[in-house]
């Protein structure tokens, strides 16, 4: 018991429980001062703090995103053309091993890694932007490339499996784009598409914008849709509800931009 209260008191020492507080502290202290202007809007932020990081409004949110693409029996997705798997699942690294590093989307690699082992596809086409360490660009789909081409030549993966890595993307558009010249010029008329359960309504509409056949393989679930359920209660605030309020206003606020360019038809 004693634990379980430490653990939570952990949270106000934190900068977003911190603020909370203090923004709580605030909203008192004006009140009994009377300067009412201050204590409205230091009790409004507390109130938006305490609505998503206290409750479970962002999971909520996100969740919506995600269940579309629950319960995706990937054993018996059909066989397609290429596999694409979208960027954003690794960075370049200079110390971790194979000079990769996973990101919170790692589990994209995980899921092409494998649809590749179940022989979906007889290619895996690799997205992916581009970071700069030690004043050189480096591309994440070549490094996530030469993490499968070791894989392949320890025979852990299928040795007929050809691995195309996309230039540099800056979005998920440009490797849309870049998937489609692959397929013009491979005469593909179906992809397999991994990316984050979240995202994959915005990549889907993507490719169908530029007139692709993608089959969704989602992965990378964040909410209790696929994993453990937060407690229902409110509680103190924590990291969790504002990483996926972020998460969600991304790929809404991302929705809305790749209509106005006339991305999405």
Known sequence: MIDLILRQLIHLIEPIGFVWLCL??????????????????ALALFAILTAIGCTGLAGSLLAALERPY??????????????????????????????????PAGDRLNMALHLVRLKKAPVLVIGGGVAVLDGIPVGESNVVQSW??????????????????????????DEAVGTKALAVRNGWRRVLVVTSANHMRRALAL????????TPAPCNFLTNISTSPEPSAIGLPSIWGFERMTTWLHEEFGWMECKRRGWIK
């Not at 059909?78 to 990769?100: F, H, K, Q």
């Not at 490719?207 to 993608?214: I, M, P, S, T």
């Open 207 to 214: 490719f169908n914008g530029v007139e692709l056949d993608a």
């Open 70 to 103: 629950a319960a995706v029996a990937i054993d018996a997705l059909p066989p397609t053309d290429a596999i694409v798997l979208l960027g954003g699942g690794a960075e370049p690294s200079r110390y971790e091993a194979d000079e990769m590093h996973l990101t």
């Open 24 to 41: 709580l502290a605030i909203g008192i202290q004006s009140l009994r001062k009377r300067r009412f202007g201050m204590a409205v809007s």
């Open 148 to 173: 499968f081409a070791g894989l392949k030549a320890d025979g852990l993966i299928p040795s007929g499996i050809q691995l195309l890595a996309l230039p540099p993307c800056g979005n998920t558009h």
